[in-house]
C-alpha cells in the first residue's frame, strides 16, 4: 500500500534531515519533488497544487519550532498536510437508530457484498451489535448466496428477497425483520453496475426515501484512481453520500484514490479495505494513514492490532514471566504466533516507525519471513524441557534439534541467539518500568 509514494517521501526526507537552514530555493526543489510523487501516485493536479501551495506558505512563513530542526519542520508541514487532505479528524458511522441502518452502493466489482461481510463482522466485534444482512441485489441471486455464506461467518442474520418484490418494499420489510428477531443494526448490500446507470440510482432513492437509511456509503476499488474519484463525486451527487469505504487498497501502490477522494467529494473516508479476508477492514484514521504514508509508522493502530490478537490474561502472565525472568522458547515461539495472527508481515511492519523500509526492501521482509517459519520448527522440534531450560542445549541436543526441524546447526544457534537477545530486551523493559513505578 502506497508502496511507490512511500519510498519517494522517504528519500526526500532522508536529503532534508541534514540540512542545517530551509531556503526558498531548496524548498522549492523539496516541493518539486513532493508533486512529482504525488502526480505519480495519480493524484488529481489540482489537488497536488492545493496541497503543495499550503506547504510552501507554511515553510516559508518560518512557523518556527525551536526544537525542530529546518529540516524536521517541512516534515512536520508535510505531514499535518497531509492529514488535512486525507480529512483532519476520523469520523464514524451513525450508529443511531432502531435498527441503525446503512445502505452500501457501488459500481460492480468494487466489492460491496465482501465489504457488507466485513462490516458485519466489525459491527458485532467492535460494537456488539447483532446486525441483519439484507440481500438487496435483486437481479443476482447468487449474490445472496455469498451474501449467506459471509452473514455465517460473521456471526450475522441475513433476509433474501421474495419473487417481484421492489428494492423499496424489499427495505421496508427488512427494518420489520430486524425489529422482530432483535436485530439492531442492518446492513443493505446492493446491485451493482459497469457504469452510474438512471435505472440503480432511481432504485437506491426509492430505498432511501422508504427506509430514512442513516448510512449511504459508497463502496470504492482504490485501484481505479482518479476514475474512482469521479465515480464518488457522481454518486455523491445523486444519492448524497454520507462516508466512503475504500477497497482494494493493499492492491494500489500509489494510493492516488485514497489521498484525493476526500478533498474532491468532501466525503469522509470511514474505512478501507485491506485485504479478502472478514478481518481486513480498518478504520480510517487520517493522521495515522499521513504517519504510514510518510514512513512514520502508525503506533496506535499497532497496540490496537495486538490488543485484537493477545487476551489480556496472557498479557498479564507474559508480563509475570519477564519480571521473574522466566521468558522461555515457549513464550518466544507464542509472540511468532500471535504476530502472524496479526495479519501479513509487510503490513505489521508499515506500522512500525522506519519500518517501511523493510517493506519496500521485499528481500529483508521475505528473510524476516523465512526466519519466523525456521524458528518454529526449531522449537516444536525440541523438548518441553528444552523450551523451558535452553541452557541444557549442548552440541549433540543442537544437531539432534536440527535434523527434526530439517534446519542446521547454525539456524538453531541463530534461533537461540535471537531468543536471548528478546529474553535481554524484555527484561530491561521491565525494570525500567519498575523504576519508573518506584519514582512515582
Not at 281 to 287: A, I, N, R, S, Y
Not at 307 to 322: G, M, P, S
Amino acid at each position: 500500500m502506497f508502496d511507490s509514494l512511500s519510498a519517494a517521501f522517504q528519500n526526500l526526507f532522508r536529503s532534508l534531515r541534514g540540512r542545517g537552514t530551509l531556503t526558498e530555493e531548496n524548498i522549492r526543489e523539496a516541493l518539486r519533488e513532493v508533486r512529482t510523487a504525488l502526480l505519480e501516485a495519480d493524484v488529481p493536479f489540482d489537488v497536488v497544487k492545493g496541497f503543495t501551495d499550503r506547504v510552501r506558505n507554511r515553510a516559508l512563513g518560518q512557523e518556527v519550532l525551536h526544537h525542530l530542526t529546518p529540516g524536521q519542520q517541512f516534515i512536520r508541514y508535510v505531514h499535518e498536510e497531509m492529514a488535512a487532505l486525507l480529512g483532519g479528524t476520523a469520523e464514524e458511522l451513525v450508529m443511531a437508530g432502531s435498527p441503525g441502518t446503512l445502505l452500501l452502493c457501488g459500481l460492480h466489482g468494487s466489492g460491496k457484498t465482501t465489504t457488507a461481510g466485513k462490516l458485519a463482522r466489525w459491527l458485532s466485534a467492535r460494537r456488539g451489535r447483532h446486525v441483519l444482512l439484507v440481500a438487496g441485489d435483486l437481479r443476482r441471486p447468487a449474490a445472496a448466496d455469498q451474501l449467506a455464506i459471509l452473514a455465517e461467518q460473521a456471526g450475522a442474520a441475513v433476509l433474501r428477497p421474495n419473487a417481484g418484490e421492489t428494492l423499496a418494499d424489499f427495505g421496508s420489510r427488512a427494518i420489520a425483520h430486524a425489529r422482530s428477531v432483535g436485530c439492531d443494526f442492518v446492513i443493505f448490500d446492493t446491485g451493482g453496475r459497469f457504469q452510474m446507470e438512471a435505472d440503480l440510482i432511481a432504485e437506491l432513492r426509492d430505498l432511501r426515501q422508504a427506509v430514512k437509511l442513516a448510512n449511504v456509503v459508497l463502496v470504492v476499488d482504490a485501484a481505479m484512481g482518479q476514475e474512482s474519484v469521479r465515480v464518488a463525486e457522481g454518486f455523491h451527487q445523486a444519492l448524497g453520500l454520507t462516508g466512503l469505504i475504500l477497497t482494494k487498497l493493499d492492491g494500489d501502490a500509489r494510493g492516488g484514490a485514497a489521498l484525493s477522494i476526500r478533498s474532491v467529494t468532501g466525503c469522509p473516508v470511514l474505512f478501507t479495505g485491506t485485504g479478502e479476508k472478514l478481518d481486513q477492514l480498518e478504520p480510517f484514521h487520517p493522521d495515522r494513514m499521513a504517519s504510514r504514508i510518510l514512513g512514520m509508522g502508525d503506533v496506535l493502530s499497532l497496540v490496537e492490532k495486538a490488543q485484537e490478537v493477545v487476551d489480556e490474561q496472557t498479557a498479564r502472565d507474559l508480563e509475570r514471566k519477564i519480571r521473574r525472568n522466566d521468558f522461555t522458547l515457549e513464550d518466544f515461539l507464542l509472540q511468532f504466533r500471535q504476530m502472524k495472527r496479526m495479519g501479513p508481515l509487510e503490513k505489521v511492519l508499515e506500522m512500525i516507525p522506519g519500518g517501511s523500509t523493510l517493506v519496500g526492501n521485499r528481500e529483508a521482509a521475505e528473510e524476516m519471513k523465512r526466519f519466523a517459519k525456521k524458528a518454529e520448527a526449531i522449537i516444536l522440534s525440541m523438548t518441553p524441557r528444552e523450551r523451558r531450560h535452553p541452557e541444557i542445549l549442548n552440541g549433540s541436543r543442537r544437531a539432534r534439534i536440527a535434523r527434526g526441524s530439517g534446519t542446521t546447526p547454525q539456524d538453531v544457534n541463530e534461533v537461540l541467539r535471537q531468543f536471548k537477545q528478546a529474553k535481554g530486551m524484555a527484561q530491561r523493559l521491565s525494570q525500567m518500568q519498575k523504576r519508573l513505578r518506584i519514582r512515582m
